[in-house]
C-alpha cells in the first residue's frame, strides 16, 4: 500500500529555518514526481512546490520562491522541503503528495507554525 509520512513541522520565529520531510513507501519512489502542498488554518490547499523524478528539475509557487527549496534522496525514498526565512504566513499543515498532475496519494501532514 502506498503510504507518505510527514515529519519535521514545528514552532519556529519568523526568519527562522525547518526542513520538513516526506518517507515514502509502497511504490517506486523513483519513477514519480512528488509535490508538496499546504493548507493555512481556516484557508482552502495551496500547491507548494513541485520536484521530478531525479530532482534536477524543481518548481515553486511564487509565494515560497526563493525561500524554500524542495529535494529528494530517492536511495532513501524521502521527501524534503526546506524552508528558510519563514513567516508567519507559512504557516499551514504542510502534506507531501505523490504525482503533479494526478495527486491520488497524500500524507496526513506536518504542522509547521510561524509565531513569535
Known amino acids: 500500500q502506498v503510504q507518505l509520512e510527514e515529519s519535521g513541522g514545528g514552532l519556529v520565529q519568523p526568519g527562522g529555518s525547518l526542513r520538513v520531510s516526506c518517507a515514502a513507501s509502497?511504490?517506486?519512489?523513483?519513477?514519480?514526481?512528488m509535490s508538496w502542498v499546504r493548507q493555512a488554518p481556516g484557508k482552502g490547499l495551496e500547491w507548494v512546490s513541485l520536484?521530478?523524478?531525479?530532482?534536477?528539475?524543481?518548481y515553486y509557487a511564487d509565494s515560497v520562491k526563493g525561500r524554500f527549496t524542495i529535494s529528494r534522496d530517492n536511495a532513501a525514498n524521502t521527501l524534503y522541503l526546506q524552508m528558510n526565512s519563514l513567516k508567519p504566513e507559512d504557516t499551514a499543515l504542510y502534506y507531501c503528495?505523490?504525482?503533479?498532475?494526478?495527486?491520488?496519494?497524500w500524507g496526513r501532514g506536518t504542522l509547521v507554525t510561524v509565531s513569535s
Open positions: 509502497g511504490f517506486t519512489f523513483s519513477r514519480m514526481y
Open positions: 503528495v505523490r504525482g503533479s498532475h494526478a495527486m491520488e496519494y
Open positions: 520536484i521530478n523524478t531525479g530532482g534536477d528539475m524543481t
